[in-house]
Nanobody, 118 residues
Framework: QVQLVESGGGLVQAGGSLRLSCAAS????????MGWFRQAPGKEREFVAA????????RYAGAVKGRFTISTDNAKNTVYLQINNLKPEDTAVYYC???????????WGQGTQVTISS
């Protein structure tokens, strides 16, 4: 089974940019869907973006549309989340996850903290 490790988080001023990485190790399957989620303090985990390993068929949450870009690098078995024009409300732990063909996310990374200062 694939294992996921996130990196790239940190403390950034509002208006800045970050690129989060999700490195997948072990056996990967091209049919699976890769997604990014986030969880702010005191709130439930929410969907951010998703993509197929092929790079075709992206989907974004309305709150991040236009500022976030999800992409893949198959040669490196890595999924990225480019975040531009960061806002204080983007502060959260960001998680990478993998779903089967039905959209059920069954594999999760440990998360990376993103903190935005105003």
């Amino acid at each position: 089974q694939v294992q996921l490790v996130e990196s790239g988080g940190g403390l950034v001023q509002a208006g800045g940019s970050l690129r989060l990485s999700c490195a997948a190790s072990g056996r990967t399957f091209s049919s699976r869907i890769m997604g990014w989620f986030r969880q702010a303090p005191g709130k439930e985990r929410e969907f951010v973006a998703a993509i197929r390993w092929s790079g075709i068929g992206t989907r974004y949450a309305g709150a991040v549309k236009g500022r976030f870009t999800i992409s893949t690098d198959n040669a490196k078995n890595t999924v990225y989340l480019q975040i531009n024009n960061l806002k204080p409300e983007d502060t959260a732990v960001y998680y990478c996850a993998s779903a089967d063909g039905t959209g059920t996310y069954d594999t999760w990374g440990q998360g990376t903290q993103v903190t935005i200062s105003s």
